[in-house]
């Protein structure tokens, strides 16, 4: 195939201006409009959010995610294994998915920030906006069955970790 990959955003470019998905290619959402990873991995329909643990073994996970101002939010259980591994290392990465974790892309390099309760209200209007009517159904089941505390809500910065 002709063309190159630039290492800042994982693009191959194929002519000026038609870039195209490292390894989503020949799919049907292989075309992108645009070259910013957070805008592209906004709006994706799963990410993969790949956690460190203590050793520095990686654990990858796929998660609802949305766009928010430059940065990536996801929403998940607090007491998933993949916020006690982001309070010990922030440092994170993550790369468009399949609902069952395969990669269709490269992976960028993040920095993770676990939020307040303000924080993560706005994160649960972000994916219910997003996810419409999966995300309608159970954002506010979540709520209702197990309460405002078990979901939190995780900002990730993307560019401001290490190199992945």
């Not at 194929?14 to 957070?38: E, F, L, W």
């Not at 990536?72 to 468009?96: C, E, F």
């Amino acid at each position: 195939m002709a063309g190159r990959l630039t290492p800042e955003t994982g693009i191959w470019r194929i002519r000026d201006g038609d870039p195209i998905v490292a390894g989503a290619i020949g799919s049907y959402r292989s075309r992108m409009t645009t070259s910013s990873p957070d805008v592209r991995l906004g709006k994706d329909q799963y990410v993969l959010l790949t956690t460190f643990r203590g050793d520095g073994s990686p654990v990858a996970t796929p998660v609802w995610a949305a766009g928010d101002r430059g940065a990536l939010v996801v929403w998940t259980p607090t007491a998933s294994w993949k916020v006690k591994r982001i309070r010990n290392n922030p440092d994170v990465t993550v790369a468009s998915c399949t609902a069952r974790g395969r990669a269709l892309g490269l992976a960028v390099a993040g920095r993770a920030e676990i939020l307040d309760a303000e924080g993560t209200a706005a994160v649960r209007r972000l994916i219910m906006r997003k996810y419409w009517f999966a995300g309608r159904l159970m954002v506010p089941m979540s709520r209702w069955f197990k309460g405002a505390d078990a979901t939190i809500g995780i900002r990730i910065d993307l560019g401001a970790g290490k190199t992945a």
